[in-house]
């Protein structure tokens, strides 16, 4: 009796603040890159599986923002391990059973080959679907948010269009936001890295509950 | 929704997307031109390069012999 042993490779994660991983995959809507995307904002996400309820409610959902998000130059992709006729023929059910059209392309990642770069397969969740990711890429192509829901979460569009909105002010303005910051709200001033920056900031005008932690608004 | 189908024919997008690169444009000016999202018009560009359809001149896409005869 021979013992085998086989090799699991652990999955890739990516990296805040560095490149995202580039892949070229077959979509809904031809065969994509991802530097095709370059100069826009990108939201890469991946669901279970087609024909699902949660998935299909998360369709609706992305769909009900994409006009927000293109206002703010923000393009959704799909992805999930399933054929490409099975992506084209649930998006066709959605249209025929709930009159909505999907706008955004879906990867058909049959070989798991985006998933496994971007570690959307977690064993402890699914060995053969992807979990709920969602991987915010900037127009430079660097990734700079990840979120993870599980298989039972249908994911929240709100905090998806305010963490969009977090980090295109956080870039323009040179800013931090605090914990539940929403448009309009006061940002947070970067701290101080120097003892006489820190004596300065308290004289700035900022709302300051100590030097380390300022706020002000923007115009 | 590839932009060539398997027949040989070509999508409405990549019908548009040829007529306006028959003066040299870049992805930007076609997208721009044609209201396609960037990332769609640079999809159906590198195909329709591949297909010989169009040629690259730098970061501008010029028609070529072939693209010209399938528009017509």
């Not at chain 1, 998360?58 to 206002?71: C, D, N, R, S, V």
């Not at chain 1, 130059?73 to 992506?87: A, F, N, P, T």
């Not at chain 2, 932009?3 to 997008?13: F, V, W, Y």
């Not at chain 2, 001149?57 to 072939?66: A, M």
């Amino acid at each position: 009796m021979t013992e085998e042993t086989s090799v699991v490779s652990s999955p890739s994660f990516p990296r805040l603040n560095e490149p995202a991983p580039e892949f070229e995959a077959v979509t809904t809507h031809g065969t994509i890159r991802l530097s095709d995307y370059r100069d826009s904002w990108l939201i890469l996400f991946s669901h279970p599986a087609d024909f699902t309820p949660v998935c299909t409610t998360e369709f609706l959902a992305f769909t009900e923002i994409y006009p927000e998000l293109q206002k703010r130059g923000v393009e959704l992709l799909g992805l999930s391990i399933d054929s490409v006729y099975s992506h084209i023929a649930w998006t066709r059910n959605i249209e025929e059973k709930l009159g909505v059209k999907i706008p955004f392309p879906i990867i058909a990642d049959l070989n798991k080959e985006v998933a496994t770069l971007y570690g959307m397969i977690q064993p402890g969740a699914s060995k053969t679907e992807t979990v709920r990711a969602v991987f915010i890429i900037d127009p430079k192509g660097i990734l700079r948010a990840m979120i993870y829901y599980p298989l039972t979460t249908g994911r929240n569009m709100d905090e998806i269009l305010r963490l969009i909105d977090a980090l295109q002010t956080s870039d323009k303005h040179q800013v931090a936001t605090p914990a539940n910051w929403r448009p309009g709200d006061k940002v947070i001033v970067p701290p101080p890295t120097t003892a006489e920056m820190a004596e300065e900031r308290v004289k700035a005008g900022y709302e300051c509950v100590d030097w380390y932690l300022c706020k002000k608004s923007l115009e | 929704m590839a932009c060539i189908n398997p027949d040989g024919t070509l999508a409405p997008s990549a019908i548009q997307v040829l007529r306006e690169a028959e003066q040299p444009k870049t992805a930007a000016e076609l997208a721009q031109i044609s209201g396609l999202p960037l990332f769609r018009v640079r999809s159906s560009l590198r195909e329709l390069v591949q297909a010989g359809l169009l040629r690259e001149d730098g970061d501008h896409f010029v028609l070529t012999e072939s693209g010209r005869a399938k528009l017509e």
